[in-house]
C-alpha cells in the first residue's frame, strides 16, 4: 500500500526567504509523485509531478522539487518565497497506470512581510 | 478553454436527505475523479469514471454513488445524509488517454461545500 508522510501542517517563512516544503512517501513499486496547491476556496492545481525521469523536477512559479529514492522523499523547495506563494500544499503518490493518487495530510505555508 | 466547473458551491442539507453534486470537466476530457476533503481525513478518493463506466473507486460506503454522461459530464450522489459528510467535494478532470490516474495531470474544480446539519 502506498501512502505520503507531510512534516509539519504548518511551515512559516518570511518574504524572500527559502521554502522546503517535506514529504515522505511509502510505495512498493516505483513511484509517481506529485505536488499540489489550493488557495483559498479554490481547488488543487499541480505544481509539479515526477513520473520516473529526471530526479530534479521544476514545476510552475519557480517551485522544484527532488526526487531521492534512499531517503523516500519528495521535497518542494523555491529559493524565494512571495506573499502570494502562502496556501496549502499537498504531496500525493501513485503508483502509475490506472492507479489512484493517495494524498499527504497538507502543509499550509504562511508567508510574512 | 474552460476549467472544470462544479455546480452548486454551496450546499446545506439536513441528515437523512440525499444530494446530487455536478460536475463539468474541461472539453475533451473523458476521465472525471470525485475526492472529498475534510479537515480530519484530508483528501481522500471517491471514484473515477471514464467514458461513463467506473474505472476506481475509493472505499466509500454505498451511500456515495456517481454516474458520468455521454457528454463526459459526471454527477455524485450521496443519499442518507450524515453529519459527517459535511466536506468539500472536489471534481478533477483529466484527459484519461495518457494512461490512469497515476500519471495523469488532473485539473480540479473549486468544488462544492457540502454542510449537513
Known amino acids: 500500500a502506498q501512502s505520503v508522510t507531510q512534516l509539519g501542517s504548518h511551515v512559516s517563512v518570511s518574504e524572500g526567504a527559502l521554502v522546503l516544503l517535506r514529504c515522505n512517501y511509502s510505495s512498493s513499486v516505483p513511484p509517481y509523485l506529485f505536488w499540489y496547491v489550493q488557495y483559498p476556496n479554490q481547488g488543487l492545481q499541480l505544481l509539479l509531478k515526477y513520473t520516473s525521469a529526471a530526479t530534479l523536477v521544476k514545476g510552475i512559479n519557480g517551485f522544484e522539487a527532488e526526487f531521492k529514492k534512499s531517503e523516500t522523499s519528495f521535497h518542494l523547495t523555491k529559493p524565494s518565497a512571495h506573499m502570494s506563494d502562502a496556501a496549502e500544499y499537498f504531496c500525493a503518490v501513485s503508483e502509475g497506470g490506472y492507479s489512484t493518487l493517495t494524498f499527504g495530510k497538507g502543509t499550509m505555508l504562511l508567508v510574512s512581510p | 478553454k474552460a476549467g472544470v466547473t462544479q455546480t452548486p458551491r454551496y450546499l446545506i442539507k439536513t441528515r437523512g436527505q440525499q444530494v446530487t453534486l455536478s460536475c463539468s470537466p474541461i472539453?475533451?476530457?473523458?476521465?472525471v475523479s470525485w475526492y472529498q476533503q475534510t479537515p480530519g481525513q484530508g483528501l481522500q478518493f471517491l471514484f473515477e469514471y471514464f467514458s461513463e463506466t467506473q474505472r476506481n473507486k475509493g472505499n466509500f460506503p454505498g451511500r456515495f454513488s456517481g454516474r458520468q454522461f455521454s457528454n463526459s459530464r459526471s454527477e455524485m450522489n450521496v443519499s442518507t445524509l450524515e453529519l459527517g459528510d459535511s466536506a468539500l467535494y472536489l471534481c478533477?478532470?483529466?484527459?484519461?488517454?495518457?494512461?490512469?490516474?497515476?500519471?495523469?495531470?488532473?485539473?480540479f474544480g473549486p468544488g462544492t461545500r457540502l454542510t449537513v446539519l
Open positions: 472539453s475533451g476530457h473523458r476521465s
Open positions: 478533477a478532470s483529466s484527459t484519461g488517454l495518457a494512461g490512469g490516474l497515476g500519471t495523469d495531470t488532473q485539473y
